[in-house]
């Protein structure tokens, strides 16, 4: 794990005031701190040494609450505000894809500057007679997310259309009539919701052969066809892939799927869990380090990889709970009881901070995970927090691969009333680590 504190190192400064004496920042125990200089900068203290971090255009870095918020909300007039950008410094992610289902907050809660894309996952499923809504709140929701390109008009917005169980992803790579149904069926839809394209949610195929890479193939000979014919711009075709090395080994024919789809997003959430008998962090960044080398050997260009990191958490229920560590006796899915809720298999980052703020759970940061896990008791969980988010976003920039894929933005502290980060804090770590 050495190339992880390598780029650690690299954002190790020391400063020097004008008489040339050294002032090292972070000298306290503290996650973070301010910079000595400017209203607009801040370290994240790291084992390895301070990480200079500059706040998103038009913020300020606040010590209280140890986040970046609007200037209006901050009281700092001591230090100067720098004119750098973070596009400058950090460079720049090619697609900040936000991951929406649906489940608990409305599109008018989403911030449509922090996202170039919006893929919209559990919409509905395609069947023999037509579309059906997972809810019938969905399709209010879609306006909604169209409605958030007056704010952006270049934001992109993608669906997800699933083919029900008697048309499953199998059914279709393998039947022609099927896929000539499926096809016209999901294009038609796609230009009625107003949206710029369609996502193949396919994260688990049964099967191993080239009837992906050739679906994928005909799918997108089908949307320049349509294109050419209603005399509109080509929609966009993405898909969804698993994360589990297995599958990228032996079931995705990698080498014949990128010339067909615009990227691929490698959705990062499932790389262990209850089904598990040991513990294991669900996006252990070495495990997906290891998929994204199989897809660029195999061929797939860089630019067209986006990664996924989650913003929810994944627990486990201790064997032994003198063993704690990670790869630790499982026995399933965690459950943890507490005033007013109870915890299971997943968690929101709202619901984590809560636990959290009770100060019983105990917090180890994972260097093979590149984020912490907590345990209390018998219950184990993983996730992501802000200083995971940016340093893995980070990760995959100085990769050069196509983005990131923040999956399920509304499991992000969506009104920032319990984190004490802001609103959004997850979303808006990966947002300051690429900067638009």
């Known amino acids: ?14 400063l020097k005031d004008s008489l040339g004496n050294e002032n090292v920042v ?9 910079h000595p200089q400017y209203c607009d900068k801040y370290y994240l203290c790291l084992p390895a040494g301070p990480v200079l ?9 606040d010590e209280k609450v140890q986040t970046c918020l609007s200037k209006s909300l901050t009281n700092c007039t001591t230090r100067k505000i720098s004119t750098e950008i973070m596009g400058k410094e950090f460079g720049a992610c090619k697609r900040l894809i936000c991951g929406y289902y649906g489940h608990s907050i409305w599109p008018e809660s989403i911030d449509p500057k922090l996202c170039t894309h919006i ?32 704010a952006r008009p270049t934001l992109k917005l993608m669906v997800a259309l699933q083919p029900n169980s ?48 050739g679906f994928l193939k005909e799918a997108m000979i089908f949307l320049q066809a349509e294109a050419q014919a209603s005399n509109l711009s080509r ?72 990664i996924g990191i989650p913003t929810f958490g994944r627990s486990f229920k201790l064997k032994d709970v003198s063993q704690t560590n990670l790869g630790a006796p499982a026995a399933g899915h965690g459950k943890l009881i507490l005033p007013g809720k109870t915890l299971y298999a997943t968690a929101t980052f709202p619901q984590i901070c809560e636990f959290l703020n009770t100060g019983n759970a105990t917090v180890v940061r994972s260097e093979s995970a590149a984020a912490p896990y907590l345990y209390y008791k018998d219950f184990w969980m993983g996730y992501e927090d802000v200083d995971s988010v940016f340093y893995k976003t980070r990760y995959f920039m100085d990769k050069n691969l196509g983005g990131v894929y923040v999956e399920g933005i509304e499991s992000d502290d969506v009104t920032g009333a319990s984190c004490g980060h802001g609103a959004s804090p997850l979303l808006n770590s990966a947002f300051a680590a690429c900067h638009l």
Not at 1 to 14: D, E, H, N, P, S
């Open 1 to 14: 794990m050495r190339k992880f504190l390598l780029l650690f190192m690299i954002g190790v400064v020391l």
């Open 26 to 34: 972070c000298k306290a125990p503290k996650r973070k701190d301010s």
């Open 53 to 61: 971090r500059i706040c998103p255009n038009g913020t300020l870095y």
């Open 119 to 150: 893929h919209f996952l559990h919409y509905g499923n395609l069947n023999e007679n037509g579309l059906h809504l997972l809810s019938p709140a969905k399709d209010q929701m879609a306006k909604g997310l169209v409605g958030l390109k007056k």
């Open 166 to 213: 008697k048309m499953s992803y199998e059914k279709l790579a393998a039947d022609k009539e099927l896929r000539d149904f499926f096809l016209k069926s999901a294009a038609k839809v796609v230009r009625e919701m107003q949206f710029d394209g369609l996502v193949i949610d396919w994260r688990l195929p049964h099967y191993k052969g080239d009837l992906y890479s």
């Open 235 to 306: 929609l966009l075709l993405t898909h969804h892939v698993g994360a589990r090395l297995y599958l990228s080994l032996n079931h995705y024919r990698i080498a014949t799927i990128h010339p067909h789809i615009d990227y691929t997003v490698i959705v990062a959430s499932h790389m262990f869990g209850g089904w598990h008998g040991n513990t294991g962090h669900h996006s252990l960044l070495s495990e997906v380090d290891n998929v994204i080398n199989v897809w660029i050997a195999k061929g797939h260009p860089r630019d067209k990889l986006v």
